[in-house]
């Protein structure tokens, strides 16, 4: 009994003792092996990186970066000067086929519209024929009113003329005539009261009867001279007045008539044809109106083809304008269109060319018509030739809106050939071929040091690296020329093994 209590009076603290050996081991193990590894870090050495030289072509050059394009993209947009909104549009990245419709535009209100300038067009062309037809009743009443007019100007100068001419002359002779009537019956008269005067005093009655007879008659002849002698004073004042006033007043009437009958006449013809002119110019205005409502309506009409995008080749649709930096809209359904805003862009697949921004420096080391190598980023084992097809005459600004930015030349490189890997959009190198050496012998740049004025290079022998001085050629962006100092075979570092100088 007393063996049993003693085992499990010293289980207790054997466990506790073990737990707080684990718990050392798990607290201070990780620190130690950080540390082992650590200094086994420190003690490993890492690999050399060595490149071993080899004669070979040499391409010297520029290498530049640029993005593979399609030498024709068409664009596609709304031509029409029209706003309205994107109902429909295909997904983006689908290929489609010449003559799919691709996109869709709102033409509600533009057939709306074409139908308003319909009836206007209608209804111009139905005021324009009442127009017409009171144009012909306007001239044939303008005719009459004319002729009417002018044959009151005729009837006027024959009045006159006919007064003029013959009443007048004709009124004057039977005045004269009056008188000379008077006058001869006042001479009678007077040479009748004259002999019974003369014969009265001459003859000797028998009787007082007869003589009183006598004297009868020689009143009766004075009452008759007094009467002829009244007529023609009558027939004088008569043929004064004429004179004086009546055939005046004729004339002057008949005169007033002709002047007031032709200038009723002029005004006939200035009312007409202001009449007329006025009618002339509605009926004008209606046609001017009917012109431009035609116009507007085919203008309109040929909207509508435009409302609807379809693609010109076959292809995979890009959003927006792929050549345009900023400003491109967000394509959606529901979108506001305006005219020739680019909402799809169906690159040519089947001619591509490259997309170079040539920096300022190295203008004088390309020209039209040089080689190129142009190596996807992507695909590093394609290699594809081509050469420079054109480069722009003035430089302009790496970013438009910052005028410190570095000067670049807007170059295209076109290359032969169609592979199914080389996508509109790719970044590729491309290596502008300036000149090849042939057979010579390089290394890479970043195994060329300098020291104290002269060039060297770190090469691998039995005993370790081993300065050797060199004399180089030419050089591309990765590598130069060794004329002198090294060997085909040579195996040289790409770094510097001891400390001091700097790389050239």
Not at 86 to 95: A, G
Not at 422 to 450: C, K, N, T, W, Y
């Amino acid at each position: 009994m007393k063996f049993g209590f003693s085992r499990k009076k010293w289980i207790l603290p054997a466990v506790l003792v073990v737990a707080l050996l684990a718990g050392a081991v798990l607290v201070f193990y990780p620190r130690y092996a950080a540390k082992r590894k650590a200094k086994t870090g420190t003690e490993t050495k890492a690999p050399d990186r060595i490149f071993t030289a080899k004669k070979g072509d040499l391409i010297l050059g520029v290498m530049l970066t640029g993005s593979v394009n399609a030498k024709k993209k068409h664009k596609l947009a709304m031509e029409a000067p029209w706003g309205t909104k994107l109902i429909k549009v295909v997904d983006e990245n689908k290929e489609v086929k010449a003559g799919e419709i691709v996109a869709e535009y709102e033409t509600y209100d533009l057939l709306l519209k074409i139908d308003d300038l319909k009836v206007n067009l209608d209804n111009r062309r139905k005021d324009l024929e009442i127009a017409l037809d009171e144009l012909a009743i306007l001239v044939s009443s303008n005719e009459a009113d004319i002729r009417t007019a002018r044959d009151s100007v005729t009837d006027a100068e024959d009045a006159y003329s006919k007064y003029w001419r013959l009443e007048g002359p004709r009124d004057r002779d039977e005045q004269k005539l009056k008188v000379d009537e008077a006058k001869k019956a006042l001479d009678d008269a007077e040479d009748e009261l004259s002999a019974l005067e003369s014969e009265v005093s001459t003859t000797v009655y028998s009787d007082a009867a007869e003589e009183e007879k006598a004297q009868q008659s020689i009143e009766t002849a004075e009452q008759k001279r007094d009467t002829a002698k009244t007529k023609y004073n009558s027939a004088i004042l008569e043929r004064k007045i004429f004179k004086r006033y009546t055939q005046p007043n004729k004339l002057k009437e008949l005169r007033n008539k002709l002047a007031q009958a032709k200038l009723n006449l002029k005004k006939t013809k200035v009312r007409t044809e202001a009449s007329l002119a006025q009618k002339k110019k509605q009926i004008f205005q209606h046609e001017t109106q009917i012109r431009k409502l035609e116009r507007d309506l085919k203008k309109h009409q040929s909207y509508l083809p435009m409302m609807t995008l379809r693609a010109p080749v076959s292809g995979i649709v890009m959003y927006g304008d792929p050549d345009r930096r900023w400003g491109n809209p967000e394509v959606k359904v529901g979108m506001d269109a305006r005219r020739k805003q680019v909402i799809i862009t169906i690159p040519d697949m089947s001619k591509m060319i490259v997309d170079v921004n040539l920096p300022e420096q190295y203008r004088s080391k390309v020209s039209v018509g040089d080689p190129v190598i142009i190596t996807p980023d992507s695909i590093q084992t394609i290699k594809i030739k081509g050469k420079i097809d054109r480069i722009a005459q003035l430089p302009v600004n790496l970013i438009p809106w910052d005028q410190n930015s570095p000067k670049i030349y807007r170059t295209i490189v076109d290359f032969s050939g169609r592979d199914s890997r080389i996508v509109s959009g790719m970044s590729v190198q491309v290596e502008v071929v300036s000149r090849i050496l042939h057979d010579v012998l390089f290394i890479p740049i970043e195994a060329v040091f300098e020291e104290n004025g002269k060039l060297l290079v770190y090469r691998k022998a039995l005993s370790g690296p081993e300065k050797v001085f060199i004399r180089i050629g030419q050089a591309n962006n990765n590598y130069v020329e060794i004329v002198e100092g090294l060997s085909e075979g040579d195996d040289v570092y790409l770094y510097r093994p001891f400390q001091g100088g700097s790389k050239i």
